[in-house]
């Protein structure tokens, strides 16, 4: 969804899990900038945040010995929600996944009604008119995320250099593009990502015209998105064997006519 945009940073995407991790890697082994925190300093902050903000139940089922204590947990990052969404761009329905940090209340009883996710992000304080424009740049990711996976509700805290909490915002997902917009130097179009996603989107599924392991790259500084095969049949180890014989099995029931009563 951010490609039009991502001319504001460079951008590598190819659906490879070993460029993925050496990436991964090669960003936590860069010295910092002289006096700056570590990327793994930041990202101990990040899961601070969440391990102070989120409790594993109600406030009233809660004791008050774990909500006076929260400042003493060891942080940890597996506890964490997934939120499935089916929805669609354009002429193209499709099914999502994706972690979520916490609900606002409780989950709802009917399946019907929606879920009042809440997103946890961190950002360094505002500062000067450079920040504001790195703070409108991350903005775009924490819409997309939130967007697609029927995210309400984001609270970003704000940390000083050193990572102490300065201060909360409190963001409405929908209402961040046209905050953008009004506010900010206007940097990305909400609608512009929701198009261009809806248009490749078909232009993928034309593509993509028969069985086998295809590969989306876009290469570093590059305008241009390609795909292409890189294997003529399997699933490339992203669905196991037995997914694919319950999933063939799921689709041959529903398919196969019923006998006549």
């Known amino acids: 969804m951010a490609t039009p945009f991502d001319n504001l940073a ?6 490879d899990h070993e460029f993925k991790l050496e990436s991964h890697r090669g ?9 700056a925190p570590s990327q793994d300093l930041m990202t101990y902050w990040g899961y601070k945040f969440e391990t102070l903000s989120l409790m594993p139940n109600q406030w009233a089922d809660t004791t008050r010995e774990y909500i006076e204590g929260r400042e003493e947990l060891v942080v940890r990052n597996y506890a964490q929600y ?3 969404v089916r929805t669609g761009f354009g002429k193209t329905k499709i099914i999502i996944g994706g972690e979520v940090d916490g609900l606002w209340d409780s989950k709802p009883e009917s399946k019907d009604e929606p879920v009042n996710w809440v997103e946890l992000k961190t950002s360094a304080e505002i500062e000067n008119a450079r920040d504001m424009l ?3 740049r991350k903005l775009l990711k924490f819409w997309i995320q939130s967007f697609l996976l029927g995210v309400p509700k984001i609270i970003v805290g704000f940390r000083s250099k050193h ?8 963001l409405e997902t929908k209402n961040i593009p046209s905050m953008v917009m009004k506010n900010g130097k206007g940097t990305w179009d909400g609608n512009t990502c929701i198009n261009f996603t809806a248009n490749f989107l078909e232009w993928l599924k034309s593509t993509i015209s028969s069985e086998g392991v295809w590969k989306i790259r876009r290469k570093e500084r590059s305008s241009e998105i390609e795909v292409f095969k890189v294997e003529q049949c399997g699933h490339g180890d992203i669905l196991s064997e037995e997914f694919v014989t319950w999933r063939n099995r799921d689709v041959k029931s529903i398919s196969s006519p019923k006998p006549p009563i």
């Open 163 to 170: 990572g102490i909490l300065q201060r909360l915002e409190d």
């Open 27 to 35: 960003q936590h082994s860069e010295p910092s900038k002289l006096g």
């Open 82 to 84: 997934c939120s499935l």
């Open 134 to 136: 790195k703070y409108e």
């Open 10 to 15: 460079s951008r590598f995407i190819e659906e």
